[in-house]
Every structure is written in C-alpha cells, then in structure tokens.
C-alpha cells in the first residue's frame, strides 16, 4: 500500500485556494441519466480534493473539476466539448455511454490535429466499446476502466468453471456496447464451453422498455439458467425485478449492477440472483480498500449510495502523475508520459498500455448477497445487499490482443 494512496482515502477536505489545473467533467447531469452523472461527479470530486489536500500538482497546483452536461447524448456531448474547448480545457473526464464516447473520441481527435498549441487530452472512466482501444483508437484517448472485451473474458472465464450453467440467453441494450456484449459471449463462450447452448439473443431499445414481462416470458420459454446482459439503469433493475416477479430462476451476469440506484430499485430481487464484473467493489477487502469505501459514504452522507467507479480514482492518480513527470501541463508531453504510466492503486498495480492506452488491472467476479448471513461488511444504499467477491481475474489474463494502430504526433 503506497503512502500516497492510503493519504488519499484518509483525506476528505480542500487545502487554500491555489493556481487551478481545470479538468473538465462532460457527463449527464440533466435528464434521465443525470443521476448516475451526479454520482460519478462526487466520486471525482472526492478524489481530486483528496490530492489537492495532499499538495496538488507541479507543486501546488489544485485540480479544479469543471461540469459540462453532455445529456447521455452525443450531439448535446459535442456541443458541450465545443465549450469545454472555447474554455482553454486541456482535460476532458467522461464515460458514460460508449456512444457519446465514440463521436467525442473523433472530436478530440480532429480538434487536435486543428489546435496543436490548444490540445485537450481524453480521459475516459467508464466507456467501454472494444472499438476505442482498437480500430478507433487514437493517440489522444486513455481509457481507465476495462473494455467489453476483458470484462466478458472475465465473465465467460468463471462461467465456463461452473458445469451447472447449460443454456445462456443474451439480452442487450440495441447500441455499440450491447452488440459488443452478445458478439463477445458467442465467441468467448464458444471457446471455452462450446457444450453451452446459447437460447437466445435479443436486443431493445435504450431506456424505453417500461415493462420487460414479455423477454422474460421468452427467457423461459427458452429453458435458459443463466442470463448475460451489458444493460445498466433501469433497464436492468426493470429486467431483474420482472424476473423476480414471475419466479424465473436464472442467474444474471451483469456488468453495472451496482452502480447507483439498481440495488435499491431491484431489492431482494438481486439478492443471490445478480453477478457484477467490476475493477473494484465495496467489500473488496483490505484496509485501503475499506479504507476507501468509508472515505465516500463520511464524504457525502446525504446521498445515500456507494463508490462504484474505481476508474475514475485511476484516472485523475495517473494524470497527476504524468503532469509531475512531463513537468508541464502540455498536452502532448503528458500523453507521452501516461501512455507508459502505472502506480498502486487499491487493487494492486495498474499500468497503461502504450499500444492502445488501455489500462491494465485485475477484475473482480462479485455475487449480491445478504450481508448479514456473509459477515461483509458494506452493503449498498443502505439496502443490506452487497457484493461478495466469487473470483478475481488477474490483469495478466485480460490483457487481449489489440488491432489498434495508432498514429503519434
């Protein structure tokens, strides 16, 4: 555990005001995603205070977080990127939905081959389409949170060690991340378990199902016993609840089950029920990690939910980091400095890759359970369901194979 991160977790204020490094946070923070781009949004405020009680950067510089409401869409996410740019913004934070991802990608890319003295470097959290580090990627783009692609070698890797799962049905949101979902568990389980019947694979449209009753009629009907799905929002907590409520027995594997509002709206629903890939979770264990977790719920206690994104904790540690190393806040010397970055986070070291700028990290396979009958010690939002670990997959086994070319400046 390294001092700086444990000073990190343990600190909670704001230090006097000194000259700014603004890092623009573009994310939903209107509209029907707004609560979860209000949640991440104190997530990264707890840790930009934290290294700005620590001393800053470039020897007392503070991080200064910046809103900008991208809305959860793409055309609203670049009208909001053409303010954080007419801003003199060099840092831009964002991951919700690999959709706005994939046009802000473009943007940065083509505003920087424009603006080579007004640079803006792309830190992505949480967006996770495999085509951002591979056919799409660019020299500009660093992502902290695992793509599709490791998470569902993850997934289908401990599903494959558990012969009771016989029938797999795919259900996903109709975008770039949900067709990467079911593409990848065809694949990968095809690979491992190629006695795995895969019954059915589906895809709705994004936030507009109201009542999934008739998938999960299908899902039944299929004789399936476990479900894969990328959905995250009310499209999984509806999915979870319906399923709940007509007596499926079906395991779901899930990659954002706990992210804020899904336990509390699937309640019991999930308990025993829903498996989450993640880079971290509350009852990872460990004194730094608990450590940590405390850190959040002491830091906003009027919010009633949980840290979640671990990513975004990566993201600002590696960039202090590289700002410190290049000396400089410019953009390029930066880029070059994070492309080859690690540190010790909470879950061990993590470093960035320079052929892509994916980073590499261990994941967590977790299990919401009761965690009074587990002895755990955080539930989540105050629901008594937290996560249990049931495996962790090590950063060496995720590191996948990438098409990305990228072209250097």
């Known amino acids: ?35 979860v781009g209000e949640h991440i949004l104190r997530e990264v405020q707890l840790f930009a205070d934290a290294i700005n009680a620590r001393g800053g950067v470039l020897g007392g510089k503070e991080l200064e977080i910046i809103r900008f409401d991208g809305k959860g869409n793409p055309q609203e996410s670049l009208i909001a990127f053409k303010q954080l740019v007419d801003q003199n913004i060099s840092f831009m934070l964002q991951g919700n939905s690999s959709a706005v ?3 802000l990608t473009e943007a940065v890319l083509k505003h920087n081959q424009r603006n080579r003295d007004d640079r803006v470097l792309y830190l992505n959290y949480g967006a996770v389409d495999p085509a951002l580090t591979n056919d799409r990627c660019n020299f500009w783009h660093f992502r902290f949170d695992a793509d ?80 894969i799905t990328g959905n995250w929002g009310s499209d999984l907590s509806l999915l979870v609840r319906a399923a709940k409520e007509a007596g499926l027995d079906v395991t779901f594997y899930t990659q954002y089950a706990g992210i804020v509002g899904a336990i509390s709206a699937m309640g019991e629903a999930a308990e025993g029920k829903v498996k989450q890939v993640s880079g971290w979770h509350v009852n990872a264990g460990g004194v730094v990690s608990d450590r940590l977790a405390s850190a959040y719920l002491d830091r906003f206690p009027e919010a009633g939910d949980d840290l ?32 080859t970055m690690s540190y010790e986070g909470p879950t061990g070291v993590v470093s960035m890759r320079a052929d892509n700028h994916q980073l590499s990290q261990p994941l967590y396979i977790s299990t919401f359970v009761n965690i009074q009958d587990e002895k755990l010690s955080f539930d989540i939002e105050s629901t008594g369901i937290g996560p249990k670990t049931d495996a962790i997959v090590v950063a060496e086994d995720l590191n996948v194979p990438t098409t990305c070319e990228m072209e250097r400046p």
Do not use: W
């Open 1 to 35: 555990m390294s001092a700086s991160v444990l000073f990190l977790i343990l600190s909670t204020g704001c230090s006097e005001k000194r000259e700014t490094i603004k890092i623009g946070f573009l994310d939903p923070l209107s509209g029907p995603f707004a609560l």
């Open 101 to 103: 991802a994939n046009a």
């Open 148 to 227: 599709a692609t490791m998470k569902m070698r993850a997934i289908t890797a401990h599903i494959a060690d558990d012969t009771s799962v016989k029938k797999v049905y795919l259900l996903n949101q109709d975008y770039g991340f949900g067709h990467a979902i079911s593409s990848l568990s065809r694949e990968m389980l095809g690979t491992l378990r190629p006695d795995i019947e895969i019954v059915g694979d589906d895809f709705h449209q994004l936030a507009k199902i109201k009542d999934f009753a008739p998938y999960v009629s299908k899902i039944r009907s299929s004789g399936a016993d476990t479900v």
């Open 308 to 339: 979640f994104f671990i990513s975004t904790m990566h993201a600002l540690e590696m960039l202090v980091r590289s700002i410190d190393a290049a000396n400089t806040t410019e953009v390029q010397e930066v880029a070059r400095q994070l492309e």
